[in-house]
């Protein structure tokens, strides 16, 4: 890092323009290669402030929900997509003012809304149907929209053909941080079980979980798999990556404030995964922190734990080249995708300031947040 970490105000995400722009730069080569169309999934990154960068590049956002396609709609203002598990009748006639296209999960949930968007006079909206091949390679449960009973798309025995007139393309999502010879074989499952639904079709929405910038991801796979698609079933692919935007492009710097000893050393920092890294312990996973090794590498481990008053609210352990101390700034890597979106203020623990680094202008503080953020989001 090439600033000073200590002018920072702690804890702060910090997200690296340049990096961005890396990343942004693999999946616009995709775009130019193959011709498909690649969205920013705001599930998993809504920074907006570099969304005037993002929108040079890719060709809009994909939303779940109102006030994501609204962040799009007016941030960006580029295409727009649509999905959601079930779409909220009184959200229903907003939501149809900033989509281009809407994806439903269910049969009775477009017969409930179709008439409403044909009925738009001032934009035509195309419409889809997200299909469950119930097949996926994701280890996890929670991350798996395919596990047995998922609520998560239409299964071949419930797909209606007869009631998809209105309906220009089909939508899977079935990844989670993977590469592309697990597209490549899960697209294989769709093809025997919608193949020929394909085929009726404009588009084929390929979903996220594309691990597209990670170093090891095999491109010329994913290149080949879009352009096997276009020119079998003659339809637009669209894919909508929202980690791959963003990963590895985000720090969260924190600080030491205590150090404990309860069997082993502890240090509380004034961050928290329950509250400012979730998937810390939803996945779990264990984030790298720069100089930093694993427990018994280096002289000195601590157990790093957060500032809330959950018992489990515990980073990992980590071991250092010098003993910690108060006042100490730690950096965590790869903090820009599910961080920000998914922040909580459990315990009234303050969320972290926002920054952002680029060349030419160095480090500029995006937004801080205060006791107001807190208050105003109860009654």
């Known amino acids: 890092m090439d600033f000073d970490i200590s002018a920072l105000p702690s804890p702060c995400y910090l997200v690296d323009e340049r990096l ?22 705001l599930k998993g990154f809504s ?31 580029k295409e727009v997509h649509s999905y959601s598990p079930a779409y909220v009748e009184e959200e229903f006639a907003e939501i149809l003012g900033y989509c281009d296209h809407m994806t439903f999960n269910s049969f009775d949930q477009w017969n409930r809304f ?54 220009e393309g089909l939508h899977f999502h079935t990844m989670c941080e993977q590469n592309s010879d697990t597209l490549e074989r899960t697209i294989k499952i769709v093809e025997q079980k919608f193949g020929g639904f394909i085929k009726t079709m404009k588009w084929l929405n ?13 491109l010329e796979t994913l290149v080949r ?21 963003a990963l590895n492009t985000g720090f969260l710097v924190a600080s030491v ?18 509250c400012h890294m979730p998937d810390v312990l939803e996945m779990p996973y264990r984030p790298k922190i720069i100089d930093a090794g694993e ?23 980590y071991s250092f080249k010098q003993p910690l101390k108060p006042g100490d700034r730690l950096v965590f890597c790869d903090m820009a995708h599910y961080t920000m979106v998914k922040n909580n203020m ?13 060349a030419e202008e160095g480090v500029k503080i995006i937004r801080q947040f205060g006791y107001e953020d807190f208050k105003t989001r109860l009654s």
């Open 225 to 245: 798999s879009i352009n096997s698609l276009q020119d079998k079933y003659g339809v637009d692919i669209y894919l909508e990556p929202g980690e791959a935007v």
């Open 47 to 77: 920074m907006f402030s570099v969304f005037p960068l993002v929108g040079r590049y890719l060709k809009g956002v994909t939303a779940s929900s109102l006030f994501e396609a609204r962040l799009g709609y007016e941030e960006m203002g």
């Open 346 to 358: 459990f315990n009234g623990v303050k969320l972290p300031s926002i920054a952002l680094y680029n």
């Open 295 to 317: 427990p018994g590498e280096y002289p000195d481990t601590y157990r790093l734990g957060g500032l809330s008053c959950l018992a489990g609210d515990i980073i990992g352990d």
């Open 257 to 274: 404030l205590d150090i404990v000893d309860n069997g082993m050393k502890i240090a509380i920092l004034d961050t928290s995964a329950a």
């Open 114 to 167: 179709k008439d409403r968007v044909k009925n738009i006079k001032t934009k035509k909206i195309s419409c889809g149907i997200r299909i469950n091949p119930e097949y996926s390679e994701i280890e996890t449960p929670i991350y798996d929209p395919c596990y047995k009973y998922s609520r998560l798309g239409v299964t071949l025995p419930n797909f209606r053909p007869e009631e998809l007139e209105g309906i």
């Open 20 to 41: 961005v722009m890396r990343n942004l730069e693999i999946l616009n080569s995709i775009q130019q290669r193959t011709g498909c169309s690649i969205l920013l999934a």
């Open 206 to 218: 390929l979903g996220g979980g594309h691990h597209i910038t990670r170093p090891d991801y095999d």
